[in-house]
């Protein structure tokens, strides 16, 4: 019964790891379909992420001849770095060992770590759009890494803990207090979400030829299961993104045991939450146009100084009180 | 712990042996690539025993030598500090002493100062591990001088060209000036203390005013070797021109023997540390680390940029120790040590790392005789090996798990994520900023070696003799596997690091990291469990297991022929390798970005036959800001004095009576 007791949030965390690529394309389909119905277009079927990336792994991956061994390599560095983030973020059920093994700031490490590959793996080939993307998605990530890190930083420090469980507990247990420190936190997370998933207007996710185009023109080059797995990687970060959002700032549901109903009301709950948030998303991607690339700097120093703002009000403010 | 001391004197004379062999090498080449640099590797690897076993041990060792004044013999003190850098210099310099051989070879026929690259070479190693082992201020300042003069002549190596003499020069004058205010800083602990003994120092009573004098002029003066901003300026010049080896020596150990110091003198002698002293190093550790990285960024010639990043990584040590100042100033102990641990493991990691990159750099010198990024590329097919562990250099210095760069900014981050302890609102809203500052510096870091790594290794050589690079020999690759291994391990294991580490902060500030390694080999907690942990081996296993079932789907029924064509590249014509992206296009949002904190000359001029020539060149602003305006002072008053020169030694002897005179009524 103790070895069951000591395996079962493992087993958990495996389950909910596997969750996250399972709802990844879900969500994905969802928001593709939200925008084409905002658009007064009928959109293709909710299951269309899934059939492509059925394809994309049957087909033949095609690699140019001046790629070095660092270029095959990637798509797999890239996937599994972001799957092992998304581990990190509790989904369902909090308190999972796999928060313990990765706190906070190692989240963003790891998401640094797939960054850093798909930029090199854009600049392998030698094209001038790979270089051009590498250069333009570092930049932007640049600038949103110190803001995210702020952001989260705020409910650390509120919750004496950089551990995303440890965080959402505290959350729960403080119930519904407005802080203000957190609602600049939660703008300026949401800035940085949509500029690290590459979502209008900083990037257009729809693109495939464009001069302003940053994700796509590092994975150009890529074909059959490196693509797959590119773009899956593109799909879990999103979800990670909202979970991240919509559990740490909104944590109500969570499932706090393994018990069974808790278990499932958890899961229904995220997947309510998420799908509002692609709604949301779906809808400020069909109001607002895509930036000028030279913008993008601008609506970042705002994310860094809102959550800046945010951890100063909470060290100044909340902190004495 | 005698037995530690016994080796680190043994390196001490197996450097000063290498140094002394090297003497023959103008009659006998070969002697200085046999002989004195195995010497001088094994001299490296004695003085990492020597800190490893100092560290384990956890004690104190001193000895007094037969040598210096009558009244002032030389004294040896070894502890845990003192090891721990004693291990930082081994490690690097017996990497360096692998290396550099298959260098030598290379220029053994055409050069005639092979006696004295390696005669210096080997008093730089000694000097350097004397200072970390001095006892008392006549030693440290005679072997940082040692140190200082050495690195000169090696500096000055390639003197044939005047931008080398002129780093040198330039090298020189800022190492005497910072050895000029640390002496006076030393010369006002042993007025406290009465005498030069670092035992006598310790147990002085200073008062706070002249604490903050010392704390002061320590400050400048390390921080002057430590390359920090605004004293800079001269790092970037002269750490690139000397042989590779040497800049790994110089970035890797050399700036770190300044951060020793530093530590030494102000955690360990100076006594009662004031918060204020935090504040300070604080904001000039943030200044340091972004203009750092941004500078950095702005280059392309490879050595250079790694000088610049040198600055950064410099930077953000002191962000630890000010950190430390800061915590240990207002009372918190156990955040004081987290903070100082963390900035040891910074300085170790970024020997490592730093020393790594430096080495790789030589390496592309020797086999593709090219520095300029912008000539670069493709270099991972022609030379893998030293592509790959460029590659962990890299990844480790862009703070990246499981790299062990990332481990020593986590670490800081956790100390600085504790300031909600501080009391003072002021104090607790600087370091949230302090912290941005920090995962500022590590983003652009991040983009800064995808810079180098994607122009120099990736997409296709721009330039036939890149596009004809060799591999280099196995001696050079070792010695960058030798960091690349370590850099791997305190990735991994930062557990027994962090333990190891704890016992420095006991010995110094009389409190250690109970909590960082309670939890077993696999969890770092630094202050708690509950307040932050992470476990590089499991993120490594979990990374793994991962990729295993990722692999082990995909290949179950899929396609696994991989087929070779043309790039695609939107359809375009194929690329050649003049429309790949450059060095400096890959900065240039950079550039436009945090364009007011550099000087750019930027022009487009049409020639006389009608060609358009676009002209870039980014200026550090340090020059036009500190350097020239003190150098024109300096200037000014030198043509006042020089008035006094008229060429006549009746009216030379009688100012020299009348200061006589001066002085005499002065002292009485």
């Not at chain 1, 490196?226 to 919509?246: F, P, R, S």
């Not at chain 2, 009391?423 to 302090?434: C, K, M, N, Y």
Request: aromatic share 10%.
């Amino acid at each position: 019964m103790d070895y069951l007791l000591t395996f079962l949030p493992w087993l958990l965390a495996a389950v909910q790891a596997l969750l996250y690529l399972a709802l990844a394309p879900l969500l994905a389909g969802w928001l593709r379909r939200i925008k084409a119905r905002l658009q007064n277009r009928r959109g293709p079927s909710l299951w269309q992420p899934y059939r492509d990336l059925y394809k994309l792994f049957g087909k033949e991956a095609r690699v140019a001849t001046t790629a070095s061994p660092l270029f095959r390599a990637a798509p797999y560095i890239v996937f599994v770095a972001t799957w092992l983030a998304a581990a990190t973020v509790p989904l369902i059920a909090v308190d999972l060992p796999t928060a313990m093994v990765a706190d906070i700031i190692v989240l963003a490490g790891l998401l640094a770590l797939a960054r850093f590959f798909l930029a090199l793996a854009g600049m392998d080939i030698g094209t001038a759009f790979g270089g051009m993307g590498a250069s333009r998605e570092m930049l932007v990530s640049a600038l949103a890494e110190p803001a995210m890190l702020m952001a989260v930083f705020t409910l650390a420090m509120t919750a004496h803990s950089t551990n995303l469980a440890s965080m959402i507990d505290a959350q729960l247990a403080a119930g519904l207090v407005l802080r203000p420190s957190f609602l600049f936190a939660l703008g300026a997370l949401v800035l940085v979400a949509i500029a690290e998933t590459g979502r209008i207007p900083v990037d257009n996710p729809a693109t495939h030829l464009e001069l302003t185009m940053i994700h796509e023109a590092m994975i150009l080059e890529y074909s059959g299961r490196h693509l797959a797995l590119m773009e899956w990687a593109a799909q879990i970060k999103l979800v990670l993104y909202g979970a991240l959002i919509a559990n740490v700032f909104f944590p109500w549901g969570i499932a706090q045991s393994t018990a069974p109903t808790a278990l499932a009301t958890g899961a229904l709950v995220i997947l309510l939450k998420l799908l509002a948030l692609a709604v949301a998303l779906a809808i400020s991607e069909t109001v607002l146009a895509k930036m000028r690339f030279f913008r993008a700097p601008a609506l970042l120093n705002l994310a860094l100084l809102l959550a800046l703002l945010g951890l100063l009000g909470h060290v100044i403010l909340e902190v004495g009180s | 712990m005698d037995q530690a001391l016994s080796f680190a004197l043994l390196a001490v004379g197996l450097a000063l042996a290498s140094s002394l062999v090297s003497c023959f090498a103008a009659r006998f080449p070969c002697l200085l690539r046999l002989v004195a640099l195995p010497v001088f590797a094994l001299a490296g690897l004695a003085a990492l025993v020597a800190g490893v076993v100092a560290l384990w041990d956890g004690g104190t060792a001193t000895m007094t030598l037969p040598l210096g004044l009558p009244w002032l013999p030389w004294q040896l003190h070894l502890d845990a500090l003192a090891g721990f850098f004693l291990a930082i210099i081994g490690i690097v310099g017996a990497a360096a002493g692998i290396f550099a051989p298959a260098y030598v070879r290379g220029i053994e026929r055409s050069s005639e100062s092979l006696p004295m690259l390696g005669g210096f070479t080997g008093l730089f190693l000694s000097g350097m591990l004397l200072v970390v082992l001095a006892g008392d201020a006549f030693l440290f300042m005679v072997a940082w001088e040692l140190m200082s003069l050495s690195s000169y002549f090696l500096v000055a190596f390639h003197h044939e060209h005047a931008a080398n003499r002129r780093a040198a020069f330039l090298y020189l004058l800022m190492a005497h000036i910072g050895g000029l205010s640390i002496l006076l800083g030393y010369g006002v602990l042993a007025s406290f203390g009465g005498g030069f003994a670092f035992t006598a120092m310790r147990a002085a009573e200073l008062t706070p005013g002249w604490a903050s004098v010392a704390f002061a002029l320590a400050f400048v003066g390390f921080g002057m070797k430590a390359g920090l901003v605004p004293l800079h300026a001269w790092l970037p010049e002269a750490h690139p021109v000397a042989p590779s080896h040497i800049s790994a020596l110089m970035s890797g150990v050399m700036l770190k023997v300044a951060v020793y110091g530093f530590i030494r003198f102000v955690f360990d002698l100076t006594g009662e540390i004031q918060w204020q002293w935090g504040v300070a190093v604080l904001a000039i550790g943030s200044l340091s680390a972004l203009m750092g990285v941004l500078y950095a960024l702005m280059q392309h010639d490879l050595k250079r940029l790694l000088a610049y990043s040198s600055v950064e990584n410099l930077g953000i040590i002191f962000i630890g120790l000010g950190l430390s100042l800061l915590y240990l100033g207002t009372g918190h102990r156990l955040l004081g040590a987290l903070a100082l641990v963390a900035a040891l493991y910074h300085s170790l990691n970024h020997a490592l790392f730093k020393g790594l990159l430096f080495l790789g750099a030589g390496a592309i010198l020797h086999s593709a005789h090219e520095r300029d990024l912008e000539h670069m590329g493709g270099l991972l097919r022609r030379m893998p090996w030293t592509g790959l562990l460029f590659l962990i250099g890299c990844l480790s210095i862009a703070a990246l798990p499981p790299f062990n760069g990332f481990v020593s900014e986590w670490l800081t981050f956790q100390a600085s994520l504790q300031a909600w302890q501080l009391d003072s609102g002021v104090l607790r809203a600087l370091i949230p900023i302090v912290a941005a500052t920090l995962a500022l510096t590590g983003a652009l870091a991040a983009l800064c070696f995808v810079k180098v790594y994607g122009i120099a290794f990736l997409g296709q050589a721009r330039t036939r003799h890149v596009r004809r690079a060799r591999p280099v020999p196995s001696s050079m690759r070792a010695g960058q596997a030798v960091l690349a291994v370590g850099c791997v391990l305190l990735g991994v294991l930062p557990t027994a690091v962090v333990a190891l580490l704890s016992v420095i902060p006991e010995q110094i500030l009389g409190h250690g990291l109970p909590q960082a390694t309670a939890h077993g080999w696999l969890w770092l907690t630094p202050v708690a469990p509950e307040t932050g942990s992470y476990s590089a081996p499991l993120v490594v296993a979990l990374l793994a297991a991962m990729a295993v079932a990722a692999a082990w789907l995909w290949r179950r029924g899929v396609v696994r022929r991989v087929r070779r064509g043309d790039p695609w590249d939107c359809g375009f014509a194929m690329p050649s390798s003049r429309m790949q992206y450059t060095a400096t296009a890959f900065a240039q949002p950079v550039r436009r970005v945090f364009g007011l904190l550099f000087r750019i000359d930027e022009s487009v001029e049409t020639d006389n036959k009608g060609v358009l020539r676009h002209r870039l060149a980014v200026h550090d602003r340090a020059w036009t800001l500190l350097y020239l305006p003190i150098a024109r002072l300096v200037d000014a008053g030198v043509r006042r004095i020089v008035r006094l020169q008229s060429g006549n030694v009746r009216i030379y002897l009688g100012w020299t009576l009348a200061t006589l005179l001066v002085l005499l009524w002065i002292i009485s």
